[in-house]
């Protein structure tokens, strides 16, 4: 049974730090793609981050490069995402997911969307004051 448990969010000042977990379960995360995701009220989901091991990648989206670092665990079978210099745009539900997909799997390379995504976590609240 796939599942992926998000946590770690909460309320931070701006310029602060947060780290968020992705407890995976089920499937081998090294084989495919891990996403991190956030939705802010009224908008669409949104792809921030991407880390996979065949072959291995990474990506960020332009508005958390520099600021977010994506990384795992792999004897833990959990995905982090640490978060620096957040802003009060960052807040948002974050969500990671799983691409168990053949053609997926490059993180460079793929699409970033949550429509590429077939498993996810529950979401966890993170909120940056100003």
Request: proline letters at 2%.
């Amino acid at each position: 049974d796939v599942q992926l448990q998000a946590s770690g969010g909460g309320l931070v000042q701006a310029g602060g730090s947060l780290r968020l977990s992705c407890a995976t379960s089920g499937f081998s995360f090294d084989d495919y793609a891990i996403g991190w995701f956030r939705q802010a009220p009224g908008k669409e989901r949104e792809g921030i981050s991407c880390i996979s091991y065949s072959p291995s990648s990474l990506y960020y989206a332009d508005s958390v490069k520099g600021r977010f670092t994506i990384s795992t665990n792999n004897a833990k079978n959990t995905v982090y995402l640490q978060m620096n210099s957040l802003k009060p745009e960052d807040t948002a539900v974050y969500y990671c997911a799983a691409d168990l997909s053949a053609y997926g799997r490059d993180c460079t390379t793929r699409a970033h969307t949550k429509y590429e995504y077939d498993y996810w976590g529950q979401g966890t609240q993170v909120t940056v004051s100003s």
